[in-house]
């Protein structure tokens, strides 16, 4: 059965996309008094000392911290209302979806949805202020024993983000919905074309690259605060060096900014071709009548 083809939708990294900061670093750092640089560098020495993937790594050394392992993901949800974020967020995601609100899109019923697939904990992003604004969001996860965290369930790499662009793909959005299924193209809920992804850096190459190689727009960001100009310099990068993005802007998602002119445009231009699409697919059904 085919699908009417009339969502837009805009995937978002987490960390300094949607944040300045790694979420860990708002949260469970703060609340046990855990210092960042030595925590990372622990990590980092565990990447190149042992290969550990890097989620892996921050999961494991978490677990190895006496108070960390204490924790429950309950614990770990209630802090995801410390969460900071980059001005315009959260309220943008509202104002992005009254694009497609006004009356020549709705009576289409062309939708924007947001998701949010991140390399960082999922039961935190889903007490934030962003889970009742997106449609699904994805983070790595902590199985439990006695109450505790024990170990890790679930990780998403840099390179497994793209198995979530293939979820929204094809709308299947619950985990136990195998994502390798063959679903032919007119089934897809929502086309690539359709889809946005909005990202930092390296770790985003392999979601850029998917949408770029089958229709769709890749959008770098940057923290615009970062004085070593490191946040930006990635960004150049990924856009002129590299040619990954189409854009790159200052991580401001408020009215106005750099950023939302470039989102708003795009919505705008995707929405356009689904009422073009629309159309010339009604006219291809339409018989002239006979002449008298």
């Not at 204490?70 to 802090?79: F, I, R």
């Not at 006695?146 to 979530?164: A, E, L, N, V």
């Not at 470039?262 to 699409?277: F, G, K, P, S, Y």
Request: glycine share 6%.
């Amino acid at each position: 059965m085919s699908e009417p083809h009339n969502i837009i939708a805009i995937v978002y990294d987490y960390d300094h996309t949607l944040s300045p900061r790694y979420m860990q670093e708002d949260t469970i750092f703060q609340r046990l008094g855990i210092d960042p640089k030595a925590f990372w560098s622990q990590c980092t020495a565990l990447i190149r000392e042992k290969g550990y993937d890097q989620e892996l790594a921050y999961m494991k050394k978490l677990l190895e911290h006496e108070t960390a392992s204490t924790l429950s993901n309950k614990d770990l949800n209630e802090m995801g209302k410390e969460l900071t974020f980059f001005p315009g967020v959260p309220t943008c995601f509202n104002e992005l979806n009254a694009i497609v609100q006004k009356p020549n899109y709705a009576d289409s019923d062309i939708r924007l949805e947001h998701y949010v697939v991140s390399s960082g904990l999922q039961a935190i992003l889903e007490g934030s202020q962003i889970r009742p604004c997106v449609k699904a969001l994805f983070g790595c996860e902590f199985d439990e024993m006695d109450g505790h965290i024990s170990f890790p369930k679930r990780t998403i790499s840099h390179t497994q983000k793209t198995q979530f662009l293939f979820r929204v793909n094809k709308g299947l959005l619950n985990l136990d919905q195998d994502v390798n299924d063959h679903m032919p193209e007119e089934a897809r809920r929502i086309p690539f074309k359709n889809m946005v992804y909005v990202g930092d850096g390296p770790t985003d190459v392999p979601c850029f690259t998917l949408l770029k190689k089958n229709g769709g727009f890749a959008v770098a960001v940057y923290n615009p605060k970062d004085q070593s100009r490191g946040s930006f310099h990635k960004c150049y990068q990924l856009a002129h060096h590299a040619d990954r993005v189409h854009f790159m802007a200052p991580a401001d998602y408020r009215p106005g900014s750099h950023l939302r002119m470039i989102l708003e445009q795009h919505i705008t231009e995707v929405a356009n071709d689904i009422l073009d699409r629309r159309r010339q697919g009604v006219e291809k059904t339409r018989i002239p009548a006979p002449l008298p």
